[in-house]
């Protein structure tokens, strides 16, 4: 134990040097009007859920160490929280927008998040967290830039370019929602959005009339490309037609540069990529993302198309889309890319430590959770999905907030650290009781039949190792315990596991889930507590002044009232006028 301890002060000190530089660190304010508007993506008619009336919504762009405050007004009809996974919250879990942590915004409310970008850079999407809602629409990028005096480990690029990719069905969230309560599958979506656009019109199967993404380039330029897919439940294959990717970053951390051909997106990832406009322009270019781990033959409409148009372009685009290379006939050889992927150990870039160590190899385990996810089954009556058994509903007072008040009997924290055979399926509000300090691993077993991504909220883990198979103890033989890359939202694929790593220093309580919209809607998530035994104020922040109270402390809630969404703009000071301008600035960079 005295050893275990030595290796963690030496892991913990390092960072301490800049943890209490709080005070000084810039803020930069967003309000977020969060409504439906009218799109027809695939040329139906829908409405979506627009930030400041764009869809997908404005990018929030900050920089390591700021605090971010965003006011959201929810003019939607149903209850709104807004989530920003990967961002870290240290010891606030307060904003993570997720139930567990925070009563729903109701309709025609608003609430403002303030939270800060500790020691972070890097690539994300936030979304709404509730009803399905994500299924249409409510995304938007976050960019998280180092600041000026750290080097980057590549040339800096000529330009920026974000892909938001996704599934997506022309039915709305409230009509997939009961199609999943019916105790129906979704099945095949009805297409891919690229920036909330539809396909280019390739070959005859794509109808005439849709809007697709065309993105500007000049001949010779490197730009740097952010993708994440924002979708329901599908991965996709994201490639440009004759233009490698050269992987530089993967959810916060910056990778060992590879070059890529395509690259498999899973629901709920980001990547960032250096592109280089190193072709002829004889003609455009196809941008291409189409649905994976699929039988790609049947699921040909789930494919979206834009537009690389170089400036000295010859004329448009034209014959068959590129195919991707890598193979999933053979899932093991398609496995092969995400093990591909490295962390550049020599490169530096801010990250929250211990995680930043790269001596996560040395540190010993302190316990394991095999999570196993099953295909959807009956739980008195009703289509839900497990975790370890569990479908998890969610209690009706967010946790740390039943804690603070003294409310009981809100949750459970027996969440079981392996499977159970011997116990039937049941939904319950049962959590993980974590150990701060407690260096972790966590196996996502997939035994359902889909790919699945699953995300850790709160913290990055390292990604230590993935198989077919089932999981034993003798596989830590095959661990990286060099480079492993570290990010937030990892695949496993059906009849594999994942295996990561977590360094518990972010106190709060945090959100275990299948990214795949489907599945935890249906219940495939948990939630981990890690509170500190000595709270010495270096701990958990308080709640909020603005916190909203729900379930068992709705009384303790006053109304608000708000007459409408223009005279609160009108009533704002210049300073948030300026910040729109600042934000349809950098939206028409990609819109
Ligand atoms: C890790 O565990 C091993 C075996 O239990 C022990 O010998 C070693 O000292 C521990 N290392 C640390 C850094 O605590
Ligand atoms: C969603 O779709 C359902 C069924 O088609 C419809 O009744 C409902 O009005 C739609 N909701 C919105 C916000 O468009
Ligand atoms: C709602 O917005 C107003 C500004 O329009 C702000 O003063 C107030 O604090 C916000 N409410 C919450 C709960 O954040
Ligand atoms: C890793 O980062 C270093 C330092 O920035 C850089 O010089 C090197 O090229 C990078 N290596 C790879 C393989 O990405
Ligand atoms: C990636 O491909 C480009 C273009 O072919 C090449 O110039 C570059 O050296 C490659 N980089 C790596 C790290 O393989
Ligand atoms: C441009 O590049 C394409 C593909 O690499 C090649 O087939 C074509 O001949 C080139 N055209 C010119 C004008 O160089
Ligand atoms: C994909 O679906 C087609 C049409 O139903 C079928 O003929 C083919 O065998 C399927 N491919 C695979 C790999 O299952
Ligand atoms: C359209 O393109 C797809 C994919 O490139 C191809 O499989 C399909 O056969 C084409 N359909 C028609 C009608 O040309
Ligand atoms: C949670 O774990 C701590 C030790 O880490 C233990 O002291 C506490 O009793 C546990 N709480 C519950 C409810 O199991
Ligand atoms: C699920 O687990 C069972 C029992 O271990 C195994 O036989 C089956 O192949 C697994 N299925 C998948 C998709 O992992
Ligand atoms: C984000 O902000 C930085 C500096 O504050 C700026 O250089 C960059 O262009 C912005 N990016 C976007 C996409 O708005």
Same mark, same amino acid.
């Given at each position: 134990?005295?050893?275990?301890?030595?290796?963690?002060?030496?892991?913990?000190?390092?960072?301490?040097?800049?943890?209490?530089? +709080?005070?000084?660190?810039?803020?930069?304010?967003?309000?977020f009007?969060v409504?439906?508007?009218?799109?027809?993506?695939?040329?139906?008619?829908?409405?979506?859920?627009?930030v400041?009336?764009?869809?997908?919504g404005?990018?929030l762009?900050?920089?390591?160490?700021?605090?971010?405050?965003v006011?959201v007004?929810n003019?939607?009809?149903?209850?709104l929280l807004l989530t920003w996974?990967?961002?870290?919250?240290?010891?606030?879990?307060?904003q993570d927008g997720v139930?567990?942590?925070n009563?729903?915004i109701?309709?025609?409310?608003?609430y403002?998040y303030?939270?800060?970008?500790?020691?972070?850079?890097?690539?994300?999407?936030y979304f709404p967290s509730l009803?399905?809602q994500?299924?249409?629409?409510g995304f938007g990028?976050?960019?998280?830039?180092?600041?000026? +005096?750290?080097? *980057?480990?590549?040339?800096?690029?000529?330009?920026?370019?974000?892909?938001?990719?996704?599934?997506?069905?022309?039915?709305?969230?409230?009509?997939?929602?009961?199609?999943?309560?019916?105790?129906?599958?979704?099945?095949?979506?009805?297409?891919?959005?690229?920036?909330?656009?539809?396909?280019?019109?390739?070959?005859?199967?794509?109808?005439?009339?849709?809007?697709?993404?065309?993105?500007?380039?000049?001949?010779?330029?490197?730009?740097?490309?952010?993708?994440?897919?924002?979708?329901?439940?599908?991965?996709? =294959?994201?490639?440009?037609?004759?233009?490698?990717?050269?992987?530089?970053?993967?959810?916060?951390? /910056?990778?060992?540069?590879?070059?890529?051909?395509?690259?498999?997106?899973?629901?709920?990832?980001?990547?960032?990529?250096?592109?280089?406009?190193?072709? =002829?322009?004889?003609?455009?270019?196809?941008?291409?993302?189409?649905?994976?781990?699929?039988?790609?033959?049947?699921?040909?409409?789930?494919?979206?198309?834009?537009?690389?148009?170089?400036?000295?372009?010859?004329?448009?685009?034209?014959?068959?889309?590129?195919?991707?290379?890598?193979?999933?006939?053979?899932?093991?050889?398609?496995?092969?890319?995400?093990?591909?992927?490295?962390?550049?150990?020599?490169?530096?870039?801010?990250?929250?430590?211990?995680?930043?160590?790269?001596?996560?190899?040395? *540190?010993?385990?302190?316990?394991?959770?095999? %999570?196993?996810?099953?295909?959807?089954?009956?739980?008195?009556?009703?289509?839900?999905?497990? +975790?370890?058994?569990?479908?998890?509903?969610?209690?009706?007072?967010?946790?740390?907030?039943?804690?603070?008040?003294?409310?009981?009997?809100?949750?459970?924290?027996?969440?079981?650290?392996?499977?159970?055979?011997?116990?039937?399926?049941?939904?319950?509000?049962?959590?993980?009781?974590?150990?701060?300090?407690?260096? *972790?691993?966590? *196996?996502?077993?997939?035994?359902?039949?889909?790919?699945?991504?699953?995300?850790?909220?709160?913290?990055?883990?390292?990604?230590?190792?993935?198989?077919?198979?089932?999981?034993?103890?003798?596989?830590?033989?095959?661990?990286?315990?060099?480079?492993?890359?570290?990010?937030?939202?990892?695949?496993? /694929?059906?009849?594999?596991?994942?295996?990561?790593?977590?360094?518990?220093?972010?106190?709060?309580?945090?959100?275990?889930?299948?990214?795949?919209?489907?599945?935890?809607? +249906?219940?495939?998530?948990?939630?981990?507590?890690?509170?500190?035994?000595?709270?010495?104020?270096?701990?958990?922040?308080?709640?909020?002044?603005?916190?909203?109270?729900?379930?068992? !402390?709705?009384? !303790?809630?006053?109304?608000?009232?708000?007459?409408?969404?223009?005279?609160?703009? =009108?009533?704002?000071?210049? %300073?948030?006028?300026?910040?729109?301008?600042?934000?349809?600035?950098?939206?028409?960079?990609?819109?």
């Open positions: 134990m005295a050893a275990a301890k030595s290796v963690f002060t030496f892991v913990f000190s390092f960072p301490l040097l800049f943890t209490f530089s +709080l005070a000084s660190d810039p803020y930069v304010s967003y309000v009007h409504s439906y508007i009218t799109a027809s993506p695939l040329g139906v008619p829908q409405k979506v859920i627009a400041n009336g764009k869809f997908p404005p990018v762009n900050a920089t390591t160490n700021y605090n971010v405050v006011n007004f003019d939607l009809d149903e209850p996974p990967g961002v870290q919250m240290r010891r606030n879990s307060w139930l567990g942590t009563c729903p109701p309709s025609k409310w608003n403002t303030d939270f800060q970008l500790k020691d972070q850079i890097g690539s994300y999407f009803n399905f994500r299924a249409s629409g990028p976050i960019i998280i830039n180092n600041r000026n +005096l750290i080097p *980057i480990p590549f040339a800096k690029p000529d330009g920026e370019i974000i892909f938001i990719i996704g599934d997506w069905y022309t039915k709305n969230h409230t009509a997939l929602r009961r199609i999943l309560d019916s105790g129906k599958e979704l099945g095949m979506p009805d297409g891919v959005l690229i920036n909330g656009k539809g396909p280019y019109k390739y070959n005859s199967s794509v109808p005439d009339g849709i809007e697709y993404e065309t993105v500007h380039v000049d001949p010779g330029k490197t730009y740097r490309i952010r993708v994440h897919n924002v979708g329901v439940s599908t991965s996709l =294959n994201f490639r440009i037609q004759n233009h490698k990717l050269l992987l530089i970053e993967t959810e916060g951390r /910056y990778t060992s540069q590879i070059n890529f051909t395509d690259v498999d997106v899973h629901v709920g990832q980001s990547y960032s990529f250096l592109v280089t406009m190193d072709q =002829n322009a004889s003609s455009d270019y196809y941008i291409v993302a189409s649905a994976r781990f699929v039988n790609e033959t049947v699921w040909q409409r789930v494919t979206g198309v834009g537009i690389l148009h170089y400036s000295n372009s010859k004329g448009p685009a034209s014959g068959p889309l590129p195919v991707p290379v890598t193979d999933i006939s053979h899932p093991w050889s398609a496995m092969n890319q995400p093990r591909a992927i490295k962390q550049n150990t020599s490169s530096s870039g801010a990250r929250p430590n211990p995680q930043g160590s790269y001596h996560y190899g040395q *540190i010993n385990i302190t316990s394991t959770y095999i %999570l196993r996810s099953l295909p959807p089954t009956k739980i008195n009556g009703k289509l839900r999905a497990t +975790l370890n058994g569990i479908s998890f509903v969610n209690p009706s007072t967010p946790m740390r907030l039943a804690d603070n008040n003294k409310v009981k009997g809100d949750y459970k924290m027996d969440f079981p650290d392996r499977p159970l055979d011997n116990r039937r399926p049941r939904l319950d509000s049962s959590i993980i009781n974590a150990t701060y300090k407690g260096f *972790i691993q966590v *196996i996502f077993q997939n035994n359902d039949t889909k790919i699945q991504s699953f995300h850790i909220d709160g913290y990055s883990f390292y990604v230590v190792a993935m198989d077919f198979g089932i999981w034993s103890e003798d596989k830590k033989g095959s661990y990286n315990n060099w480079d492993a890359i570290s990010r937030s939202t990892v695949e496993v /694929y059906p009849g594999a596991w994942t295996a990561v790593l977590i360094s518990l220093d972010n106190v709060g309580v945090w959100n275990i889930r299948v990214e795949n919209l489907d599945r935890w809607y +249906l219940g495939q998530e948990t939630y981990m507590r890690i509170l500190n035994p000595e709270e010495n104020g270096n701990t958990e922040m308080g709640p909020p002044k603005n916190v909203l109270y729900c379930g068992a !402390l709705k009384t !303790l809630q006053q109304e608000q009232y708000r007459s409408s969404a223009t005279s609160i703009l =009108n009533g704002q000071l210049n %300073l948030i006028f300026t910040m729109m301008m600042v934000l349809l600035a950098s939206v028409s960079a990609f819109c």
